[in-house]
């Protein structure tokens, strides 16, 4: 496959809600499989499904939730209402500074 620095790396960061961890991890897992550079970026509150991510890194970024309007601890889109998704968006917009840092 060549070199480490020819090494495909892949860097995923699924939306956090239900429905949407386990299928990145899955993704994740095939790719690591075929020697693709994987890393998940996720936040604490939803840290606990990569705990089997074997070969795969994981990143775990804070989520800024209060930032955006939302209440300490929210991670996931299925813990707002439908009047907050406004707000869960724009942390996830705020999640891209801390991304990017780790490329």
Known sequence: MGSETNRLHVMLLPLMAKGHTLPILDIAKLLASRGVKTKVVTTPGNSSTFSSA????????????????????????????????????????????PVKQDR
């Open 54 to 97: 074997g070969r795969i890194a994981i990143k775990v970024v804070r989520f800024p939730a209060e930032e955006a309007g939302l209440p300490r601890g929210i991670e996931s889109l299925d813990q707002v209402s439908a009047e907050s998704q406004a707000n869960f968006n724009v942390a996830i917009e705020l999640l891209q500074q």
